[in-house]
């Protein structure tokens, strides 16, 4: 088992913003979540991915592993799995997983800064997370990136 897998099955994530596969590659990821007391509160978070990466344990320090408590855990409406989201740390991390239809972890996204995410709802394939700030960021879980 993977790097991402095996932090993954033990309630852990590699605690740098990024989108992690279950293959152990990532890519970068940029996501800005204003706070909720900030005049943006309510609005679409911005979610860019960058640059693909391997993951190589070597590149964290303990200190760069984090625990997530799960929050949602949500069946796709196709059956073909499903997404969880939640947070971590001290309250100002989020992440976001997509399993497989066996539970087995496709990808999960740790986001420093975007709060913990506490709901998702599904339109078709996309699907729209929602942080405890009531900021909302859409994804479509066909896009090459989120297979």
Same mark, same amino acid.
């Given at each position: 088992? +993977?790097?991402?897998?095996?932090?993954?099955?033990? !309630?852990?994530?590699?605690?740098? %913003?990024?989108?992690?596969?279950?293959?152990?590659?990532?890519?970068?990821?940029?996501? =800005? @979540?204003?706070?909720?007391?900030?005049?943006?509160? !309510?609005?679409?978070?911005?979610?860019?991915?960058?640059?693909?990466?391997? #993951? &190589? $344990?070597? %590149?964290? +320090?303990? &200190? =760069? $592993?984090? =625990?997530? &408590?799960?929050? /949602?855990?949500? *069946?796709?409406?196709?059956?073909? +799995?499903?997404?969880? @989201?939640?947070? @971590?740390?001290?309250?100002?991390?989020?992440?976001?997983?997509?399993?497989?239809? %066996? @539970?087995?972890?496709?990808?999960?996204?740790?986001? /420093?800064?975007?709060?913990?995410? $506490?709901? #998702?709802?599904?339109?078709?394939?996309?699907?729209? /997370?929602?942080?405890?700030?009531?900021?909302?960021?859409?994804?479509?879980?066909?896009? *090459?990136?989120?297979?």
């Amino acid at each position: 088992m +993977g790097i991402v897998k095996t932090l993954w099955a033990a !309630g852990r994530v590699l605690g740098e %913003d990024a989108l992690y596969r279950a293959d152990d590659t990532g890519l970068e990821l940029f996501v =800005e @979540g204003p706070g909720a007391y900030h005049p943006d509160a !309510g609005q679409p978070i911005p979610f860019r991915l960058g640059a693909p990466f391997d #993951v &190589d $344990i070597e %590149d964290y +320090g303990e &200190d =760069e $592993i984090e =625990e997530v &408590d799960v929050y /949602f855990d949500t *069946p796709l409406p196709d059956g073909s +799995g499903r997404t969880c @989201g939640g947070g @971590g740390g001290m309250g100002n991390i989020g992440f976001l997983a997509r399993l497989d239809a %066996d @539970g087995s972890l496709r990808w999960v996204a740790y986001m /420093f800064q975007s709060n913990p995410f $506490i709901d #998702v709802r599904y339109e078709g394939a996309t699907a729209i /997370f929602t942080n405890d700030w009531r900021n909302c960021l859409t994804l479509d879980l066909t896009s *090459p990136a989120l297979l």
